[in-house]
């Protein structure tokens, strides 16, 4: 078969891998009734969170108020809901009032009425509100050190919840004796439900002792109030056994697997063959680049382990150890990866975003790449490597005009990418 456009079909498989996992798409079946006496209060946080409102809001029948905060620009239109945007990656002021105003207004509930908790990927950075005698900037401090480190999701949120008065089911607790249900987009690998946005309203079995662990693995030294907070289990979280959980449920309404799974029906559709490689790929971007590249130069030389043509999917959150100046996400890192190993390597194109819409903290989702990606690069004096080294895969896409600009998509089941091999 043949591809016409295929920088244009890459795009259009991501572009119906988002759709999938929109709340508009997933939220409506997981709604649950009104409560026969209570009222119904909605909170949430992540860079869907207002979406998800706005969703419910048009879905629901009868009283509805409350309070969601979501990142600078990804706001909707709600009427009842009230929405508040705030800084991502980075906390600020905004989302730490926003996590005070959402914690005193649980407070007083009763067993008849109902939280519709609406959580998504960012939360965490959002609903920013610092334990007993930790300030918001040693906060804002240990949460950069951590995204340059090159720390898992998974370790990152395990810090967090030990260092706030909200996150690790802290909020969850607060709502007690009312009904909680929590609607969850998955952002992390393996869709652990408390993971995700650290889990405000979930359970955490992790501990103080390992956040101190994550801490010193990666070198990053933390205030002295801090190493006490910790290390006396000051910031302990409540765990699965905690009984006031049992009248708590949460759902997974929308995955990784579900983006790749509607892009795969995509290819299909047009006769092209579509694997996914993993829903969940965690490491280093540059080292997953180079292994795709691999496996792609595979498939196109030998016909192993899948004939071409073909589409290669995968998804997951790869991480980025900032060592240079560049701009870019960990999407254009693994592209611009991808590319200096293929260096021109025919028949075989990739594409590479975030399906939030924000590639790290740039105006990008990512990146889309050619096989004349590296003669079009060697004309305007680009040296691949350097750039890499450089962490600077944003600047060598955007001077070859192969950024993808979406804008903000309101969900946020992480990394795409989509390699095509013809």
């Known amino acids: 078969m043949t591809i016409a456009q295929p920088k244009q079909f890459l795009r259009e498989l991501y572009d119906t891998a988002v759709d999938a996992v929109s709340a508009q798409k997933c939220l409506p079946a997981f709604l649950p009734a009104p409560p026969a006496k209570g009222r119904t209060l909605v909170i949430g946080a992540g860079k869907g969170a207002a979406a998800m409102a706005k969703v419910v809001e048009d879905n629901w029948q009868g009283e509805l108020s409350g309070l969601v905060v979501t990142r600078y620009g990804h706001g909707a239109d709600c009427r009842r809901i009230?929405?508040?945007?705030?800084?991502?990656?980075?906390?600020?002021?905004?989302?730490?009032?926003?996590?005070?105003?959402?914690?005193?207004?649980?407070?007083?509930?009763?067993?008849?009425?109902?939280?519709?908790?609406?959580?998504?990927?960012?939360?965490?950075?959002?609903?920013?509100?610092?334990?007993?005698?930790?300030?918001?900037?040693?906060?804002?401090?240990?949460?950069k050190a951590l995204l340059k480190s090159g720390a898992a999701i998974g370790e990152m949120n395990c810090v967090r919840k030990h260092l706030s008065a909200i996150k690790g089911g802290r909020l969850g607790l607060a709502c007690a004796p009312a009904r909680v249900v929590t609607l969850l987009i998955s952002d992390v690998p393996g869709d652990e439900p408390g993971?995700?946005?650290?889990?405000?309203?979930?359970?955490?079995?992790?501990?103080?002792?390992?956040?101190?662990?994550?801490?010193?693995?990666?070198?990053i030294a933390v205030?002295?109030?801090?190493?006490?907070?910790?290390?006396?289990?000051?910031?302990?979280?409540?765990?699965?056994?905690?009984?006031?959980?049992?009248?708590?449920?949460?759902?997974?309404?929308a995955t990784a697997q579900h983006a790749l799974d509607a892009a795969a029906e995509k290819?299909?559709?047009?006769?092209?063959?579509?694997?996914?490689?993993?829903?969940?790929?965690?490491?280093?971007?540059?080292?997953?680049?180079?292994?795709?590249?691999?496996?792609?130069?595979?498939?196109?030389?030998?016909?192993?382990?899948?004939?071409?043509?073909?589409?290669?999917?995968?998804?997951?959150?790869?991480?980025?150890?900032?060592?240079?100046?560049?701009?870019g996400g960990r999407n254009a890192e693994f592209l611009l990866s991808l590319a200096v190993t293929l260096d021109g390597h025919p028949g075989i194109y990739a594409l590479a975003c975030d399906t939030d819409g924000i590639d790290g903290s740039e105006d990008n989702a990512g990146a889309v790449y050619g096989p004349d990606s590296a003669a079009r690069a060697e004309a305007q004096q680009l040296r691949p490597k350097n750039l890499l080294e450089n962490n600077d895969g944003y600047g060598f896409f955007d001077a070859l005009g192969d950024l993808i600009v979406s804008g903000p998509t309101r969900?946020?089941?992480?990394?795409?990418?989509?390699i095509l091999i013809i």
């Open 223 to 253: 205030p002295a109030n801090i190493e006490q907070h910790l290390s006396s289990g000051a910031g302990e979280t409540p765990k699965s056994s905690d009984p006031r959980f049992s009248k708590h449920e949460h759902h997974i309404i």
């Open 411 to 418: 969900t946020n089941v992480n990394d795409f990418r989509a």
């Open 267 to 327: 290819a299909l559709a047009v006769g092209l063959p579509a694997y996914i490689l993993s829903d969940g790929i965690e490491g280093e971007a540059r080292d997953v680049g180079i292994v795709h590249a691999a496996l792609a130069k595979q498939i196109a030389g030998k016909g192993q382990p899948f004939s071409k043509p073909c589409v290669v999917l995968s998804g997951g959150e790869t991480t980025v150890t900032v060592r240079g100046t560049g701009r």
């Open 82 to 143: 009230e929405v508040v945007e705030a800084a991502h990656p980075v906390p600020d002021a905004a989302g730490q009032q926003a996590a005070g105003r959402i914690l005193q207004m649980v407070q007083g509930l009763t067993e008849d009425d109902l939280v519709l908790c609406l959580i998504s990927g960012g939360g965490s950075a959002l609903l920013a509100l610092p334990a007993e005698g930790i300030t918001l900037e040693q906060k804002q401090a240990i949460n």
């Open 195 to 219: 993971i995700i946005a650290s889990g405000p309203t979930l359970p955490d079995d992790t501990t103080c002792e390992q956040a101190l662990a994550i801490l010193r693995k990666y070198a």
